[in-house]
């Protein structure tokens, strides 16, 4: 099918592209940009006017909550949210029912998902097996299978010794490896930011040391291996400092941050609301600063959603005992783009974040929309200003921070390897 | 980031509709609380120790977290105002088995509950509760996890204002775990509100709460420097868990170092009085002959407890 | 029915006083209810020279617009330091309208115990009874119109005195 887009701003970060240019698919790939090939004849044009084009999101964490939690939600559901947030790309952590350790697991999910014909999925495959953190698991047959990378999600490791060990099987295959940097025993029963907020609001906490530990030992272990570390959902300035300093000294470290926590602190607990109980918690504003500058800077390379639908039952429950987490592949854009013009950062350096950088942990082609790329496109209309409604969004959870809120940034089209698999107001 | 900025315990005439929090409270409410204690003080004096003003209305004692002792203070406080009273003690494990703290609420509101008093071991579960019950029901906090005991804030600021009158003038020390206490974060909210100009907060610091500086109390680990020329000592109860928790080695070093002695009484004024919120813990947080003596409080403040809660209920209930 | 001005508390009170003289015994017992009334009960205890301690009422609890109105502001304490079984109670209180405060009072007042009689001395009578309550004494019957209400004041000296006001 072949595709004009037509009047839009075309955006492109990774080839320094932002400019008023047509788009040309054929065949599921872009065939041109600017200018039309010769004798192209559009079997559907797309008037992009007053929007932005740009390459199709990929979003580093998105839960599809399969297999295991399919009353949470669904594959079917979340992918349709997916595409209407406008991303193409997602990668789900394996912190599934059973986790994905095993081969068939992942083949059954990228089988459901290839299926469903709308964005890619690129499952992050378990480090140990059952996620326990004592044993291996076959790492080479779950590449094999699908995945692109390797995670214990939320789970700690039995010890150093197997996570040293995790880190040496995987830098053998040059398996990138992602770890959240939280210290398991200081996290204990924690649920907030170990500050003012959690103090007034007598809530359990989680200090910054927790993190600041965990990235030392991650880092030096790291270094000790050669392995490939990709740091999940940085919460801390000190994090931060350190990820900088690691960068500088050449090491082959990334890293990324939760959307909320780009925008959210320990203040947004308010009246000890659940949605805001998230992991790593909200931490202080002079924490969020930081994670702002480092996100300006390219200390973080990444924004990702952290997309986890929450049942009601365990999400209005008082704060501690609350489940963590928000729903948030619909408002990765939107919030990226209130970044984007809060910080001055610009629309390229902010759309950087969610397409080409993410693209590049991934290790995969996407993210950029040069000729011969794979036409995985977002359009959308960076003035649509929409209030975010709990029940219209499309995932099942329900569960976000930005309830009632209005945002502005609302993906008109998704196109998935050529093929419009999103338009607004088409269900 | 939900949506009402506003006090969720004051109705939009700025009247208290529900207690959750001392936080944040004006203090011509809490003064109102403590002056209309002073009248129902007067009735638990009388033979007839009740009035009506709460006849006809069911009020529910939620507790999801066991405890006789304030659980009976408020069932008597609401009987002396006439009110029907259930107590529920619900069974954790029962929770755990499908029904959500707010399908229990809802539940119990269906039998036309007017007022659900509520103790929680998790911090800010009366508040998730205020969100979801009827306009016209009200909840008071009868503790929830390590965040607030309201009741108790205002016993006790009603008892040190019976035997001291005017806060702007005192020196208060709280002593103890004040990083686990409801009791303590809601005593220096109200000493705050009320002018207390001088609030110390002494324990080993392990037991002290991250930033509490910014309470507005003033920090001593040294129990003998904090109660220097204090009007008004205030001891928390210390649980046994806190020695599993690595938190203390011993009641016994606790005891040497941060248990109210008469020697270490002496270094209060000589009029101090002693509060406590009780249960007490002799010879761990108090020796006996403070807890007796004739410096402490803590009888007193049973009574006054009774008469906090007959007004808070009251003016709840009228609001 | 005087139209304009209201009757001089003071006379109305001297007035009382002269009424209630010749009832008063040894186990006479003063209620005055706050706030007017206990300021009249305070001067008729020393003018009639009544032996029993002068009582105080705040019938706040005892109210029957609790549901609609709430709680009172400034609720003071009831204190009634005689025993009230077998007395006879004199209520006093400023204005007598509805009756509703001295049925709230009356109710009070049997919390404490059985008194062998109550009456009711009123400085001022507006009419408008809405229960079967009546006073034995009374100041004078005046007449208000709808929308206003009679209030006592005392200045610092003491001195009492009627005002009219607004609703």
Known sequence: MKIHIKNGRLIDPRNGIDAARDVFIAAGKIVAIGTAPANFGANRVIDATNCIVCPGLVDLAVRLREPGFEYLATLESEMKAAIAGGVTSLACPPDTDPPLDEPGLVEMLKFRAKNLNQAHVYPIGALTTGLKGERLTEMAELRDAGCVAFSQAEAPFADNLVLLHALEYAATFDFPVWLRAQDPALARNGVAHDGEIATRLGLPAIPVAAEVIALSTILTLARETGARIHIARLSSAEGVAMVREAKARGLPVTC????????????????????CHLMPPLRSQRDREA????????????????????????????FSEAEAGATGVELLLPLTLKWAAESGAGLSTALDRITASPAAILGIDGGHLAPGAAADICIFDPECRWRVEPAALLSQGKNTPYSGFEVSGR????????????????? | MWLDPSNPQLNKNGELHHLLSLEGLPADVLRQILDTAVSFVGVTQREVKKVPLLRGKAVFNLFFEPSTRTRTTFEIAAKRLSADVINLAINISSQSKGETVLDTVANLAAMQADMFIVRHAASGAPHLIARHVAPDIHIINAGDGRHAHPTQGLLDMYTIRHYKGDFSKLRVAIVGDVLHSRVARSQIHALTTLGCPEIRVIGPKTLMPTLVNKLGVQVYPDMHQGLKDVDVVMMLRLQNERMNGALLPSAQEFYKYYGLTDDKLALARPDAIVLHPGPMNRGVEIDSSVADGKQSVILPQVTFGIAIRMAVMSILAGN | MPANPLPDAELLLASLTDQMRPSIGPNTGLVGIHTGGVWLAERLHQALGIELPLGTLDVSFYRDDFNKKGLRRNVKSSDIPFDIDGCNVVIVDDVLYTGRTIRAAMNELFDYGRPASIRLAALVDRGGRELPVSAEFIGAAVTVKPGENIELARNAQGKLTLQLNRD
Do not use: W
């Open chain 1, 256 to 275: 990324d941050i939760g959307i909320h926590h780009a925008h959210l602190s320990e203040m947004d607990i308010g009246y000890f609301d659940p949605n």
């Open chain 1, 291 to 318: 994670l702002r500058a480092g996100l300006a800077d390219g200390t973080i390379d990444a924004l990702c959603s952290d997309h986890t639908p929450i049942d009601e039952d365990v999400k209005q429950l008082p």
């Open chain 1, 411 to 427: 993906t008109t089209h998704t196109l998935v390897a050529g093929t419009l698999v999103y338009e607004k107001n088409n269900k």
